[in-house]
């Protein structure tokens, strides 16, 4: 019988992250989640690709309409997106979403959030406020997956409604939660929902539906100085209200 107070994810044979003194391992993994912009090139097991997928479908959804579909890429494959997406970013630079990921006008205290996490990237790797040039490159790294060797496009229903995006979002945590379970990293990239037309045609995308994000999938490069970004987050008190009696 296996030990509930474990502080550690069970062994499936796919591996172990390492364990986080005081905390358990659903905690462990919540709290060493990031957005990793570079990868190693070792290889992860289709198997465990899948694994992770299945566990991430358990995420609630209204219903149980489960509204996700995804597409993983490795390989070929990989490549081919990756090279038909750079190519359409050089012939149109702004793209063409078909949903706004982020307001029109940008106010307190979201600006200055946005601000200090690119101003803190981009300090890392030197760019220069105003360096339009490598700042072009940097972004370009999203269509290369930042080279992890598994690469992932969602897609979602055009019919459905806002709900069915807020079921979505629980699924993609899951995928996350679920890799680092596992000893892997992720970064969830809504820049792939910028050229819908050539990942639609690239992956075979049906009409009805829409390109939601991607998602980067492997194990950290460490050794990159961008995996150095810490990231900060409010404390409870910042963004939670106590009603009491």
């Known amino acids: 019988m296996p030990d509930d107070t474990s502080t550690e994810p069970a062994d499936l044979g796919f591996g172990r992250p390492e364990p986080t003194p005081g905390l358990n391992a659903v905690d462990a993994a919540i709290t060493t ?7 190693r090139p070792d290889p992860v097991p289709d198997a465990l690709v899948r694994h992770i997928l299945a566990v991430a479908a358990r995420a609630p ?19 081919r997106l990756t090279q038909a997406v750079l190519a359409a970013r050089e012939g149109k630079p702004e793209g063409t979403a078909e949903y706004r990921y982020y307001p029109r006008k940008w106010a307190e205290p979201y600006l200055s959030r946005r601000r200090r ?7 890392l790797l030197g760019i220069e406020k105003g360096d339009r040039e490598r700042t072009w490159a940097q972004f370009g790294r999203n269509y290369l997956f930042f080279d992890a060797p598994v690469g992932m496009v969602f897609t979602i229903d055009r019919d459905l409604e806002t709900g069915s995006w807020l079921d979505y979002g629980m699924f993609l945590q899951n995928i996350m939660i679920s890799a680092r379970g596992h000893g892997l990293d992720t970064c969830p990239q809504a820049a792939w929902m910028e050229y819908p037309d050539t990942v639609s045609q690239v992956l075979g995308i049906p009409e009805e539906q829409m390109v939601v994000c991607g998602m980067s999938l492997g194990y950290a490069d460490n050794d990159k100085i961008e995996s150095q970004l810490v990231t900060a987050r409010e404390p409870v008190e910042g963004f939670a209200t106590w009603h009491d009696g």
């Open 117 to 123: 996490i690119g101003w803190d990237l981009y300090g």
């Open 33 to 39: 989640r990031r957005a990793v912009r570079a990868f």
């Open 61 to 79: 959804s209204g219903t149980n309409t489960q509204p996700w579909h995804a597409h993983v890429l490795t390989g070929a494959a990989k490549e």
